[in-house]
């Protein structure tokens, strides 16, 4: 199993976009200026939909019972709870939809939220029950049906885990297993979430599951290559080989795909993958130095991928010696990046990122050099590197 690649799963990329959205027109029509109304609909508008629902009650003073302030409410809180999922605040966001539930208890788009609420909470009992009763009011929705059948494969498996809440970390395993020391596990995650969110000044405030499976386990629930040692879907999910990780390796993959859920949070999930992958590696890289031969061996023989065909690179179905090389490439840029112009800049970039720039533009605007010059400037630095 290759240990130095880690993969994010690509299945987590859109999930957060799984409400339907629900735009300012149909929310609310034209309205007489000045009104509490108007100022709702133009804080929706902005998509400050939390002034939207408190000048909205501020209207229902005045008109108590009006079914159609009723329903603009149930809108507003349906998007607020789709904002703060989005931002990962689960706990804010099942409130937020528990009262859109009570103003509609039998609206499957609600019930399918608060499953995902659930699921993601660790609460797979509850995202079950919820994702059921979604299911009784709309059996045609492949999608949830899919979800649905995985949650349950899911549940099969999980329900025999051992659980430990540690500060942030909500940890599943196996209780007695000879290959690691869940002391160690914990001590690990500890570490992650001081010194990887020194380096991205973010500390999350929400539990993040992770849960460790037998390989038997793992590949009964996800369909990746072997040499997956680790993913990233909204949970850490690590598969165990019986003698196959040292003490290490467990750091390393726990480092990497840590980073990936604070790199989700940072940029709401707005990141190209060779920078998903580049910043994991260089947190990983602390623990244990990433091997660069494929990159070397790419250089020597002038086989180098160009940047903007990276991602397509990192895909599961592609060569693992393509994968190998794309991985040592996404950190060698990376680490180039953050050794020329420093963390904070990469900071600020993941900043432009989540306000929905584009990757490109990210770097020329805190950068001030295309990402042309940049992937240059890389390949002259490989050689000073490389011929040293």
Not at 159 to 181: C, I, M, P, T, V
Not at 255 to 276: F, K, M, Q, S, V
Request: hydrophobic letters at 40%; a negative charge; one cysteine or more.
């Amino acid at each position: 199993m290759l240990t130095v690649i880690r993969k994010c799963s690509p299945f987590f990329f859109g999930v957060l976009a799984f409400i339907p959205l629900l735009t300012p027109p149909f929310l609310f029509p034209e309205d007489s200026g000045g009104s509490w109304e108007e100022l709702s609909r133009q804080a929706a508008a902005k998509g400050d939909y939390r002034s939207a629902l408190d000048y909205l009650r501020r209207a229902e003073t005045g008109s108590p019972g009006n079914p159609a302030l009723r329903q603009k409410k149930f809108a507003l809180l349906y998007q607020l709870g789709q904002q703060l999922f989005r931002e990962n605040k689960l706990d804010q966001a099942e409130d937020i939809f528990l009262q859109a539930l009570d103003l509609r208890p039998n609206d499957q788009g609600v019930l399918k939220a608060l499953g995902y609420v659930s699921y993601y909470s660790q609460r797979l009992d509850t995202a079950r029950d919820y994702w059921e009763k979604a299911l009784r009011l709309n059996s045609r929705d492949s999608e949830l049906a899919a979800r649905y059948n995985q949650l349950k494969k899911e549940l099969e498996v999980e329900e025999k885990l051992d659980s430990s809440q540690l500060s942030n970390f909500d940890l599943r395993f196996h209780a007695g297993a000879a290959d690691y020391n869940i002391y160690d596990i914990q001590s690990y995650l500890l570490r992650a979430y001081r010194e990887i969110g020194y380096d991205f000044n973010y500390y999350p405030t929400r539990t993040l599951p992770v849960i460790l499976y037998t390989r038997e386990e793992f590949e009964q629930l996800r369909s990746t290559p072997r040499w997956v040692g680790g993913l990233y879907d909204g949970k850490i999910r690590i598969p165990v080989e019986t003698g196959d990780l040292r003490a290490i390796d467990f750091q390393k993959i726990l480092w990497h795909e840590y980073t990936h859920a604070l790199i989700h949070d940072l940029t709401l999930d707005n990141c190209p993958r060779w920078l998903h992958e580049g910043l994991a590696q260089y947190q990983e890289s602390k623990v244990e130095a990433i091997d660069l031969d494929p990159l070397r061996n790419a250089w020597t023989d002038d086989n180098l991928i160009a940047l903007d065909h990276l991602d397509e690179e990192l895909g599961f179905g592609n060569d693992s010696r393509r994968i190998r090389l794309a991985y040592a490439q996404a950190y060698s840029f990376t680490d180039y990046l953050i050794v020329g112009y420093g963390f904070w800049r990469m900071n600020l970039i993941l900043e432009r990122l989540k306000k929905g720039e584009n990757w490109r533009s990210a770097l020329e605007h805190e950068l001030l050099i295309s990402p042309e010059s940049l992937e240059e400037e890389w390949r002259n630095w490989l050689e000073v590197e490389f011929e040293a």
